[in-house]
Each structure stands twice: as C-alpha cells, then as structure tokens.
C-alpha cells in the first residue's frame, strides 16, 4: 500500500482546479497591487505625464548626444534635461509669475471699473443699445431684454475677475508645491530619458498584444505627441507673441493678455478671436474706432494666418488625424480635465483609435462573415 506525500504530483484531474485557483488569487493580488500603487503615484499623476510627454519630445536629442558622448546614458540624460528646464521650463515659470502679476492687476483694475458704475453706464450708452437694436431687427423672433442683458453683462463680468484674482492668489500660496512639482519633473524627464528605452521595452513584453501592434500603438502616440502637440503649442506660443505685441502696440497689457491669447489658439475653430474680438470692441466702443480698426486688421491679417500657414507645416505627421475629432478631443479633454486636457484630448483619442484599428485587425474575418461586408474604407 502506497502512502500519499505532500510531494506527490497533482493528479490530472485536479490540475485544471489548482491553476484556476492560482489565476484567481494571483489576479486578486495584482488588482490590489495596482491599486496601492495608484493611490502612491496619483498626487504626482499629471507630473509624470508632462515629464514623459517632454522625455518622449526630446529623446531624439537625448539620442545624439548619448552617440556623440560614447553612449554615457546619464550624462546625455542629464545635458537633455537641462535643455528641458532651459527651453520650456524656466521660461513657463517665469512667464507664470509674470502672468499673476500683471493679469491680478488688469483683472482689479476691471473690477474697479465695473464696480464704479462706469462699466454700467457702458451699458447704458447709445453704442450698446445700437447692438441691441441691430439683434432686434436681425433676428425680430428673440425677445432681447435689455435690462437683463445689462445685468449679466454686469454680474459675468466681476465674477470673471474675482475668479482670476482667486486663481492667481492659489498659484502665490501654493508656490512650495509648485517648485516641489518643479524639479520632480526634472528628476522625472531625467529618469525617462535614461531609461527610456527599457520601460518601452518592458511593456512590450508585459503587453498581450502582437509585436506589431505593439509598435504601431506606441509610434502612433510618439507620432501624436511630437507633431499634434508640438505643432498646436509652436502655433500657440507664435500667436501669443505675435498677438502681444499687437496688444503693446494699441495699449492693452501684453503679458496678461498676449498669454490669453496663446491660450485660445488651442481652442480650434475660434482661437485667438476669444481674445482679439472683445478687445478690439473695447478699443471702439470706448472712441478709439482708428486704434480699433488697425487692431482688427492686424489680428485677421497676420495673427489668424499664423495658423493657416505653419500648421501644414508643423503638423504633416498628424495629417492623417482629422481636424473634426482633434476638435472634439480637445474639448473633452478641457471638461474632463481642464487646461491640460489640451494635451490629454489627442493622446486619449490616438489610443482610442489604435485599439480600434486593432480590434478590427484581429477580429477581421469574424467581423466580415457577420456583417457581410469588407473592411470599412471613408471612399466617396
């Protein structure tokens, strides 16, 4: 008689029962893992983005150099992180100190305007009630109360300044944080530079898709991120320059205002107009119709055809992404997650729309013989 040992073999039978038990504890505990180490890294989540989102801009530097210095990873990591914070770091926080002082002082100063009635009496004027009475001929379907409209006008417009004023004083009070957050990013863009290419490998081999799809995915978003975001930003921060020194030259606040209007050029479709439109009708309702009419013609003329020229240009790899759904994915990026949906919008849809594609790859023959039709082609 033979005597059973803890060493003995699984019988065949129950090897199917203690696999699935070690798939079902092993998943348990990789589920907590994962969510432990999401509650670690969730306050730095946005930090760590950005930074792999600029390691990712700049490894094609990172690249040269480590070639041209004897392949020393830490010394080509660090002289491309340094000309991270040089270009895009230090001028954003200086710009930003700049923007809360002057943009607090522009939004008190309408503030006071608008609190001293004078805003009111604007309202009350003949060339406001022109407008309405040109809405009221225009469209004779729309009841236009003019008090009402008055009064919102009135109210939109302190509570606008107050939130500005309110935002510039958390950025003064939460400046610790910001520098904490400031060279964690470089720490962060360092990290990724050096180990750049063992984290894509490592998730190539933990990914469960093929080699190609794997590449595909991955190029796709280096794709988005250099060309979509790089060329919108490039575009941006021409429009903003170019559109301050319009504001300089009529004398409106360049700063404050020329950043806003770097801004809105993100926003497609309207852009820059946010900000020009308005201010060239301040400029005419306030009797400056020549300093209004040189504003609008140098906005139309040169500042929106910024856009039209450079972003063909700037933007040739991402031609194949259509302008409608960059629309969209920056729109629910900004109410999904505010400014930097900007940036969030387009990587969320490129990763959208690659698992898509790879769906339909794989299942290809499954989704024919269903449907009865071919693989989808946008043809006329």
């Known amino acids: 008689m033979m005597n059973s040992s803890p060493d003995t073999p699984d019988t065949p039978a129950s090897q199917p029962h203690s696999n699935k038990i ?4 092993l998943l348990f505990f990789l589920v907590v893992a ?20 600029l390691a990712i801009i700049f490894s094609p530097v990172n690249s040269r150099l480590f070639a041209r210095l004897g392949e020393r990873a830490n010394l080509a990591a660090g002289l491309t992180s340094a000309l991270v914070v040089v270009l895009i770091l230090l001028p954003t926080a200086f710009l930003v100190w700049g ?8 939004m008190m100063s309408i503030r006071s305007w608008a609190d001293r009635n004078d805003f009111g009496e604007f309202l009350r004027s003949n060339k406001f009630s022109f407008i309405l009475n040109w809405l009221r001929d225009t469209f004779p379907f729309v009841t236009i109360d003019e008090a009402a409209i008055q009064a919102r006008l009135l109210t939109f417009t302190q509570n606008f300044t107050q939130s500005v004023v309110d935002v510039g004083a958390t950025l003064v009070g939460n400046m610790a944080k910001l520098v904490l957050r400031f060279f964690l990013m470089v720490f962060m863009i360092f990290y990724f530079l050096r180990e750049g290419r063992g984290i894509v490998l490592k998730i190539k081999y933990l990914a469960p898709l093929r080699t190609h799809q794997e590449d595909f995915l991955i190029e796709s978003l280096q794709r988005v991120s250099r060309a979509v975001l790089v060329g919108s930003l490039l575009i941006a921060i021409l429009q903003g320059l170019v559109g301050s020194l319009g504001l300089w030259i009529v004398g409106i606040p360049p700063l404050f205002w020329g950043t806003m209007m770097g801004l809105a050029a993100l926003i497609p479709v309207i852009g820059t107009g ?3 439109i308005p201010a060239a009708a301040y400029l005419y309702f306030f009797g400056e119709w020549q300093t209004a009419a040189f504003f609008l013609f140098y906005n139309v003329v040169i500042v929106t055809n910024i856009d039209t020229i450079l972003r063909p240009l700037l933007m040739k790899k991402a031609a194949q992404v259509s302008p409608f759904y960059i629309f969209l994915a920056i729109l629910g990026g900004i109410h999904a997650f505010g400014a930097l949906g900007i940036i969030y ?18 299942y290809k023959d499954v989704l024919t013989s269903r449907s009865g039709y071919h693989e989808y082609r946008n043809e006329p």
């Open 22 to 25: 070690f798939a079902y504890f």
């Open 99 to 106: 923007l809360v002082s002057e943009g607090a002082h522009s």
């Open 345 to 362: 919008g387009p990587l969320i849809l490129t990763f959208f729309m690659v698992m898509i594609k790879i769906y339909s790859e794989e």
């Open 274 to 276: 946010l900000v020009w």
């Open 34 to 53: 994962f969510a432990l180490g999401f509650i670690l890294v969730e306050p730095f989540m946005h930090t760590i983005i950005l930074s792999a989102i």
